[in-house]
């Protein structure tokens, strides 16, 4: 006994049906295939996480509101990467350090 139909037009029609569905199955595999090289691609290439941050403001200018240190849960998004000296520049200048990280003990500034 079989599972597969017993004449030839219904046989050709599976056999249709089972090309039509290997071909999409080929093609999401190639699908996946590509975005696991763009993945490993942009790890790769990605650049390393800033050691620094400074957080800006929303209004005019940007102001420059806290110091962060790269990997601090606090930092907003408003954020961008700065400098060792770049950031303890800003401190110096009065930008508040971040109470949570500690920016200012990272670098070296004790207030």
């Given at each position: 006994?079989?599972?597969?139909?017993?004449?030839?037009?219904?046989?050709?029609?599976?056999?249709?049906?089972?090309?039509?569905?290997?071909?999409?199955?080929?093609?999401?595999?190639?699908?996946?295939?590509?975005?696991?090289?763009?993945?490993?691609?942009?790890?790769?290439?990605?650049?390393?996480?800033?050691?620094?941050?400074?957080?800006?403001?929303?209004?005019?200018?940007?102001?420059?509101?806290?110091?962060h240190?790269?990997?601090?849960?606090?930092?907003?998004?408003?954020?961008?990467?700065?400098?060792?000296?770049?950031?303890?520049?800003?401190?110096?200048?009065?930008?508040?350090?971040?109470?949570?990280?500690?920016?200012?003990?990272?670098?070296g500034?004790?207030?």
């Amino acid at each position: 006994m079989s599972d597969l139909p017993p004449d030839l037009p219904r046989l050709r029609t599976l056999e249709t049906w089972l090309a039509l569905a290997l071909a999409r199955v080929r093609e999401r595999i190639a699908d996946e295939e590509r975005r696991e090289r763009e993945r490993r691609r942009g790890e790769r290439t990605r650049p390393p996480a800033a050691e620094w941050l400074i957080e800006t403001g929303i209004g005019e200018g940007h102001r420059a509101l806290y110091v962060h240190t790269g990997g601090c849960h606090m930092a907003g998004k408003r954020v961008r990467g700065v400098s060792r000296d770049a950031a303890a520049r800003a401190v110096a200048e009065g930008v508040e350090a971040c109470s949570h990280c500690r920016a200012d003990t990272g670098l070296g500034i004790h207030g």
